[in-house]
C-alpha cells in the first residue's frame, strides 16, 4: 500500500562496516559516519542522530555528533566479547529522524596478539619405564592462546635433551603434541632429568609459553587408558538445574593396580564452561553447576583427559549443545516518537518508529506485534523488527486530545510470552476553528431617547481550539449607517461582545440598522467569522401632533364658508394633522374642545372632518368658531390645538364682515387696515397673473384652466402641495394627502420638509387670502381618491 511505500522509503538502510584492532584506548576513532552516509555535519545533530544498539554493547561506541566520528568509549577485549570465535563483530544501529532512517553498523573487532600461549599446567609429569622402546610417543597437554589466527599457538619448541624429540600432529584443529624416545632410557644412569617445552605464537611481538617437563624412569606400565568413545555428544535445554548430569565419559586402562586407575580431568575447556559443568575425576560424570544460558553460549566443547596411575593419559573431546528454551519475553523499544503529534497530520503520517526485540531464537523468537482497538494508529512492519506508528484517521484535538497507545508484542514459542508497552500521546492544537457565533444573527431592541453607553445585547462565538488560538475577540466592522460610520452608533467590548450604543438614537431619523461584528481568534494566522446584528429602534411619543390645516399661527384670517343652505351632515372643512411618531403614538383623535354653538359642528374623531350636525337656520349667528383639540394616542398623550373660523354664508359681499371676524377676535384697528390692504395688494396681483397666465395661453391657443383649482405654483411652499405646470394637484399628492387625515402613520419626509419650510408669516397670510378666494369660485371642489374611494375636499388639502 501506500504508506508501506513511503515507509520503507524512509528506513533506508545502509551498511556501514568499520574493522578495528581490540584494545583501542577510549576516544580513539572508528570513522566518520557523516562522511560516509553522505550527510552534513549539522544534520546529523537536527536528525538526533544516535547509536542504538543490545545493552551489553551499549558503552562500547558512540557518535560524536560535532565531527560524525564514530568513537571507541570503552576498552574492547575481543577475546572477552568473543571468547574463541573466529570472527568478532558487534552489530550497531545508527537512528535518524524525521525523515526516520536507520543505517547498520557493524564494527568488527580484529585480534591483537595481548595473550600468550598458556599450557594447562606449569608442570607435567611423565612416569617412563625404562623398557621403553626407541620411538615409542608421549603425549603432552598442548598450549593454549585465546588469541586467534596467526596470534594462536603455531610453534612448539622442545629443549635439547638426550631422549626426546617433538611430533606435532594436526589433528584436525586441535594439535597432537608428542614426545618421541629417540634413545632409550638406562634407569640405572639417570632416575629422573627435566627439559622444558615452549610453545610461541605466530603474532607480533611473538609471545610463548613454557612448561617443565619431568620424567620418571620407572621399571613397567604398558597401557595408557583407552576412552569408549573418540567423541561424545550430549544435547542439554538451557535453564537445565544444576546437578543435572549431563552424561558419564568413560575410559579403560588395561594394566594393573596403580597402572590401571584411571582417573579423569579437562584438559582444555573454557572459562565459562568452568563455571557450567563438573567432571567427577573418579566416576567421569558431568554435570551442571551453573546457569546454562542459550543466548550466551548455545555450544560448550572441552576435553577430557584419562590419566592412569603413572601418567599414561588419552583424551577425548566432548561437545555439548544447548537448546533454547523460550524463556525471554518480547521487550519493545520506542525508537522514535512524534509528541505531542500535530493535529493535521494527514491519514498515513509516520507518528513513531517501534522496535521488537526476542532474545530466543527460531520461533521463540518470531515476534508479532499489535496495537488496541479503537485507536486511530496502526501498526506497520518494516524491516526487520521495525514496525512504524501511522495514524489512519485525521486527528481531531478538539475530540479527543491524548491518547495511550498500548502495544502488545507475542512471540511465537509454546507456550508463549509477551509483553505490551503503553505510550502516552498528547495531540498538539492547531487553529483548525474559527469562532462561531451562538446564534445566525442578533436583534437588539432599544427605546429611543436612550442614553449614551447603554448596553444593547451581547453576541458570544465560540472557538474550541486550545488557548490563544480559542481566544475570541469581538469587533464592529467597518461600514455606514445613514452616512456616518458604525463607530458612531456602537461600540463592542472585544473581550466580552457586549455592545453598547455610542450614542442616543432617534426613530423618527432612523427605526432600524444593521451592523456586522466579527469574532477573530488569536491564532496566527487568525481565523474569523461575523454576524449581523440588527438594532431595531422602538418608538417614543415624543412628537406631539403638528396641525397642518388650519395653520397653527392663532391670528389667522382663514375661515370657512358655510353655505346657509347646507344640510346637516354636510361637509364643511377639516383639521388635517400629522405626528412625526408612529403606531398608537401617531394615532390622532380630533376633538371640538371649544365652540360657538355647540350644537351645530361636530368632528370625525379620527378623520378630522368637519359636519354640520343639523341644518343651518336662519337663526343661527353667522360666524362660528372652533377650537379643535388634536391628541396622539400615546403614553402619555401630546397634544395640539387649532382655532378654525367659520362663517355662514352665501354672498361674497358678506365677506367684508371678514373684517368682525377677525375684529372681535383680534381687537386691532391696525389689523383691519392691514387686511384692507393686502386684499387690494393681493388682486392686484392676481388680476395680474391672471392677465399673465391669458396672455400665455392665448399664444399657446390652449387653456388649461377648466375649472380647476387654479393655484399658482409659486405661491406654494415647494414640497408641500406639488403642483405641476398645468396648476392641477398630482394624485400622488392626492394620496398623500388622504394618508395624512387617517390613522396611519404618516409620511416621514413630507413632515420635515414642511417644518423645514415654514413660510414667513405675511406671506402664509396672503395665501390663505387668495386660497378663500378661489374656494369662493369654485366651490364645491373635491378631489377624489379612487384607490381608497373616498373623497377629501381640496380646501383641507391645501394647508
Ligand atoms: C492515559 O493514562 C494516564 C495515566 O496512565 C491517565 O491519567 C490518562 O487519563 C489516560 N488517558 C486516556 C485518554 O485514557
Ligand atoms: C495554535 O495553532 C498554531 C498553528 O495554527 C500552532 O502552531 C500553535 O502551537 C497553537 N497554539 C497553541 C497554544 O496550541
Ligand atoms: C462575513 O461572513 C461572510 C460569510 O459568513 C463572508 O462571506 C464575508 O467575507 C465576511 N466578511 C468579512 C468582512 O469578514
Known sequence: EKTIGQIQHCLNFTNLSYSVPEEMRPGAVVGNIATDLGLELGQLFNRKARID?????????????????????????????????????LKFELVLESPLELHRIALIIQDVNDNSPVFPKDVMKLEIRESADK??????????????????VQQYILQKNEHFVLSVRDDGGSKNVEL?????????????????????????????????????????????????KAVYKASLPENSAPDTVVLTVSATDADEGVNGEVTYEFSRISERAKWCFSLNSETGEIKVIGQLDYETDSKYEMRIDAKDGYGL??????????????????????????????????????????NVQDRDSENNGQVRCSIQRGVPFKLVPSIKNYYSLVTTEQLDRELVSDYNITITATDEGSPPLSSSKTVQLSVADINDNPPVFEEQSYSAY??????????????????PDWRQNGTVIYSLL????????????????????????????????????????????????????????SVFVSDVNDNSPQILYPTPEGNSFMTELVPKAAHGGSLVSK?????????????????????????????????????????????????????????????????ATCAMYLLISDNLAEVPELKDISYSENNSKLTSYLIIALVSVSTIFLTFIIITLGVRFCRRRKLLFDGAVAIPSAYLPPNYADVDGTGTLRSTYNYDAY???????????FVSSYNDNTLPAGETNILQFIYVFFWIKNRPFFISDKKQNKTVSVESVQF
Open 53 to 89: 544498539t543490545d545493552k551489553s554493547y551499549q558503552n562500547y561506541c558512540d557518535i560524536d555528533l560535532k565531527t560524525g566520528n564514530l568513537i571507541i568509549r570503552q576498552r574492547i577485549d575481543r577475546e572477552e566479547l568473543c571468547g574463541e570465535k573466529v570472527s568478532c563483530m
Open 135 to 152: 620411538g615409542a610417543r608421549y603425549r603432552v597437554n598442548e598450549a593454549h592462546d585465546v588469541d586467534t589466527g596467526q596470534n594462536a
Open 180 to 228: 618421541v624416545l629417540d634413545k632409550e632410557l638406562d634407569r640405572e644412569k639417570e632416575k629422573e632429568f627435566n627439559f622444558v617445552l615452549t610453545a610461541v605464537d605466530g603474532g607480533n611481538p611473538q609471545r610463548s609459553g613454557t612448561a617443565l617437563i619431568h620424567v620418571t624412569v620407572l621399571d613397567a606400565n604398558d597401557n595408557a587408558p583407552v576412552f569408549d
Open 313 to 354: 593419559s588419552s583424551y577425548s573431546k566432548l561437545m555439548i549443545d544447548i537448546t533454547d528454551i523460550n524463556d525471554n519475553a518480547p521487550v519493545i523499544y520506542m525508537k522514535s516518537l512524534m509528541n505531542p503529534i500535530p493535529e493535521n497530520l494527514s491519514p498515513g503520517t509516520e507518528a513513531g518508529i517501534i
Open 446 to 463: 432599544v427605546t429611543e431617547n436612550n442614553k449614551p453607553g447603554s448596553t444593547l445585547c451581547a453576541v458570544t462565538a465560540r472557538d
Open 478 to 533: 467597518p461600514g455606514e449607517v445613514n452616512g456616518a460610520p458604525v463607530s458612531s452608533y456602537l461600540s463592542v467590548n472585544g473581550d466580552t461582545g457586549v455592545i453598547h450604543a455610542v450614542r442616543s438614537f432617534d426613530y423618527e431619523q432612523f427605526r432600524s440598522f444593521k451592523v456586522h461584528v466579527m469574532a477573530r481568534d488569536n491564532g496566527s494566522p487568525p481565523l474569523s467569522s461575523n454576524v449581523t446584528v
Open 575 to 639: 383639521v388635517i394633522a400629522v405626528d412625526a411618531d408612529s403606531g398608537q403614538n401617531a394615532w390622532l383623535s380630533y376633538q371640538i374642545v371649544k365652540s360657538t354653538d355647540p350644537g351645530l359642528f361636530t368632528i370625525g374623531l379620527h378623520s378630522g372632518e368637519i359636519r354640520t350636525q343639523r341644518d343651518i337656520s336662519e337663526s343661527d349667528n353667522m360666524k362660528q368658531n372652533l377650537i379643535v383639540s388634536v391628541k396622539d394616542n400615546g403614553q402619555p398623550p401630546l397634544s
Open 739 to 749: 394618508l395624512t387625515t387617517g390613522s396611519r402613520t404618516s409620511d416621514f419626509k
